[in-house]
């Protein structure tokens, strides 16, 4: 039986995308935010827009909705899902009341209530489980068990389906799995041996070391170490595009290297560090903050480069998600870190019953 949704507080489309990825179909995505829509079209030109602000009258909005079923007749399975705002709920939220954050929440279980959908799901921060009405089935679904590289831990209410994970601690895919451009290509040639060494890559094996060999490090990373290239002598852990390396003299010098998802550059405060993630590991939570590469090398933190927004995106779990024109970096960030992990929706649209 075809899959039709409704995604609502759709944003630029993180569930639509996991949806179509899952073979569902979507009826509509509703927004109030025009650049957010025209950038859901740009990604999925097939899915028609709707720019509404909701939270209104509930029949009212039913009713507009129900119009976009119709074209699917009523032989279809049909799943309402909903990202209500969730700054309010936050717990990075300290000046705000979290019951405002509850107002587009309920208004939402309200309309599941009166639209009766097959199934249904609502993706939020977990702080809103404490403060759902009794009863409301939920469970608490970590990005990372389903391939994303990220450990993003959110509350999806809802029934009508089991979202089952496809990856295990074990086996989470890391920032420098996903990105893999991150441990650059070329390693630096010594001007008298440049001829020599201009064509070398991680990926090729590694000549014969002499006193004239160019500076390097050892690379590692889980599960992909025996595929990098090994230089005895050399304790560093990762080699970064367009950054000097170590000599092979060096022994036992250590280079760490973080995405930092605060938006922080060389600081080394408590707050700056709280938010890095070491790239063999899933990042911690994207928001709408840029992302920063940088390490810390004998103590010391420096930056490396931001991250683009479309490595941020594949945190998220969407690779090769498009931006329109004329969005500013901000709102990219905002569309990117507000967004629902896209595995994470597919996984539910496969798990209906």
């Known amino acids: 039986m075809l899959k039709v949704c409704i995604d609502l507080f759709a944003g630029s489309g993180g569930f639509s995308h996991g949806w179509i990825q899952a073979g569902g179909r979507l009826a509509v995505a509703v927004d109030v935010w025009e650049e957010a829509l025209q950038n859901h079209a740009l990604n999925h030109p097939e899915v028609p827009i709707l720019n509404l602000e909701l939270g209104g009258d509930i029949e009212e909005t039913a009713k507009i909705l129900r119009e976009y079923l119709e074209p699917f007749g009523v032989n279809v399975r ?5 990202s209500p705002p969730c700054q309010a709920l936050s717990n990075a939220s300290s000046r705000v009341n979290p019951e405002d954050g509850m107002l587009m929440v309920n208004w939402f279980l309200d309309l599941v209530a009166y639209m009766e959908p097959d ?5 939020n921060v ?10 409301t089935p939920w469970v608490k679904l970590c990005s990372a068990d389903f391939g994303v590289p990220q450990k993003r831990y959110r509350i999806f209410a809802g029934e009508g389906w089991e979202a089952k994970p496809t990856h295990s601690k074990e086996t989470w895919v890391s920032v420098i799995e996903a990105i893999p451009d991150l441990l650059g290509c070329e390693l630096l040639p010594a001007p008298s041996m440049a001829s020599r060494w201009k064509d070398l890559t991680i990926n090729k ?3 014969t ?3 004239q060999s160019p500076n390097q490090i050892r690379i590692v990373s889980r599960r992909i170490s025996k595929r990098m290239s090994v230089i005895r002598g050399v304790d560093s852990q990762f080699y970064f595009p367009h950054q000097p390396a170590h000599t092979i003299t060096q022994v036992n010098h250590i280079i760490e290297a973080f995405v930092n998802t605060g938006g922080s550059g060389p600081s080394s405060s408590r707050r700056a560090v709280s938010v890095d993630s070491p790239i063999n590991e899933p990042s911690k939570t994207v928001c709408s903050k840029a992302l920063n590469l940088r390490v ?10 931001s991250l683009t927004l479309e490595e941020a995106a594949i945190i998220q779990g969407w690779p090769g998600m498009k931006f329109i024109d004329g969005l500013t970096k901000s709102n990219k960030r905002l569309m990117v870190g507000n967004m629902v992990s896209p595995p994470v929706a597919k996984a ?3 798990g209906i019953q």
């Open 126 to 135: 977990v702080p809103v489980a404490r403060r759902l009405p009794e009863g």
């Open 209 to 211: 070391i002499t006193s």
């Open 296 to 305: 810390k090398e004998n103590g010391e933190y420096r930056s490396i480069r």
């Open 205 to 207: 094996p590694f000549p």
């Open 78 to 82: 049909f799943h309402l899902h909903g």
């Open 348 to 350: 539910i649209c496969e």
């Open 119 to 123: 199934s249904w799901s609502m993706e």
